[in-house]
């Protein structure tokens, strides 16, 4: 949508840095990166992609170059318009948001940087699958009256993709995972499935999981390094592998035309994101199938989907005793790579993360845990005096009820007394 537009203005006035592109995810930038290479290749375009994940001081040498487009997620281009001034933002002509309503929620702080570090005669385009009230809020704030295009349909997704669900227990959901994956298989050797989980670890032991019962698949979650990232998602794309199980990251832009089942482990706590992760099959007039898996604490979820997309999902159908034959298999396949996976220090890993984030961000990772600490101290403190009150009340309430009783008793034994007299 907005590639060859900008590249027609960068071939009449070629010149860098002229075009800078915000995506949330670093798969979305570096697919949006080999759109530019392949159709500015006449051009002689030069482009650089940043993100998080990758070497800082290569990025900064590779800006200093002045390329004619940046593809950047938010949080690394802040970080390097924080720390440097070997590049300039100020000649910019086109500023794209891609996935716009997301940057707006989770990357405000680092957009607010980028803002202003960029002219203010420039061209914006946000671009979003799903409208949120903030991009509304956003385009009546506008000076200008910007131009405003949204595709009008009864639904709000393509009639192309067949959306169903599935309603399962919540202990035995992986068992059904198991069975689903292995139909597709049998009957369509040649689809691409993608699986879409809600954590990273979730993800982490599925693919282990699946890999046990030797299924092609291939896991993708911001806990991987970037490197194994783009591994596995270039052996997705080229078919290698026929599963990804992936968590949200995987669920914004990325177009793989192969992709002819999305499966959601569990059901998306908001329609957007939905609506983000089963558009990643029936693309460009294909068709193609999602599956919702439903547990008895996720009708709720359903409903508000359904109101969303305006469109009442059907009932996906399954052979129950095949998955009872599976189903103690899968259980202790499960807890294995659950233990595996504990022995390998997952967790720890995660905090490793965090504190290197944190370090990013110029924060001091031992005195945010001190502070952390000490509020959990307060915290607790309070809960305790809360409790303290609640306590003295109601020893008090008690008192007064037993007062009120002994009295009770005294009167009803005086007028016993009386009338004996």
């Known amino acids: 949508a907005f590639v060859l537009p900008v590249l027609q203005a960068l071939s009449e006035d070629p010149y860098g840095i002229f075009c800078l592109v915000l995506t949330p995810t670093r798969e979305l930038a570096y697919q949006i990166a080999e759109q530019f290479r392949v159709l500015g290749k006449p051009l002689g375009l030069k482009d650089c992609v940043v993100v998080g994940g ?74 979003s699958a799903t409208l949120t009230d903030t991009l509304n809020e956003l385009k009546s704030l506008a000076m200008n009256r910007p131009f405003f295009w949204e ?9 192309e993709l067949d959306q169903r669900y599935l309603l399962v227990p919540e202990t035995v959901k992986d068992a059904y995972l198991v069975h689903l994956i292995q139909t597709f298989q049998d009957e369509h050797e040649d689809w691409s499935i993608i699986v879409f989980t809600k954590t990273c670890k979730d993800c982490q032991v599925l693919n282990m999981m699946l890999r046990k019962f030797n299924f092609p698949s291939v896991a993708l979650h911001s806990m991987m390094k970037q490197r194994q990232r783009f591994a596995a998602l270039a052996k997705f794309k080229s078919s290698i592998f026929r599963i990804l199980i992936a968590t949200d990251v995987a669920a914004r832009g990325l177009d793989i035309p192969a992709v002819q089942v999305v499966i959601n482990h569990n059901t998306p706590g908001l329609p ?36 969303e997309i305006k469109l009442k999902l059907q009932e996906f159908s399954v052979e129950e005793r095949f998955v009872l034959d599976i ?34 961000e110029g924060k001091d990772p031992d005195l945010e845990a001190k502070r952390k600490a000490e509020l ?13 009150i609640r306590q003295t009340l ?27 007299k």
Request: proline fraction near 2%.
């Open 272 to 307: 957007k994101i939905y609506i983000h992760r089963v558009g990643r099959t029936a693309r460009a007039g294909r068709h193609g199938i999602a599956i919702t898996m439903v547990t008895q604490y996720d009708i709720h979820l359903v409903h508000a989907i359904e109101d």
């Open 54 to 127: 990758l070497d800082m001081v290569a990025q900064a040498l590779e800006l200093s170059r002045k390329p004619h487009v940046v593809i950047a997620t938010p949080g690394r281009l802040a970080d390097h318009l924080r720390s440097s001034n070997t590049f300039s933002l100020k000649k910019l002509k086109f500023l794209v948001l891609d996935e716009a309503e997301q940057k707006f929620t989770d990357f405000t702080e680092d957009l607010e940087v980028i803002l202003e570090a960029v002219p203010a005669r420039r061209q914006t385009l946000l671009f």
């Open 376 to 388: 959990a101290k307060i915290k607790k403190k309070n809960k305790q005096f809360r409790e303290k």
């Open 327 to 360: 189903l103690t298999q899968v259980y202790i396949t499960r807890r294995e790579c659950e233990i595996k996976l504990e022995g390998m220090d997952f967790d720890e890993k995660k905090e490793i993360n965090k504190r290197k984030q944190m370090i990013l």
């Open 151 to 159: 595709a009008l349909s009864e639904v709000r997704t393509v009639d």
């Open 394 to 420: 109601e020893e008090k309430k008690q008192l007064q009820l037993k007062r009120k009783l002994q009295k009770r008793i005294e009167r009803q034994n005086r007028l016993r007394a009386e009338e004996e």
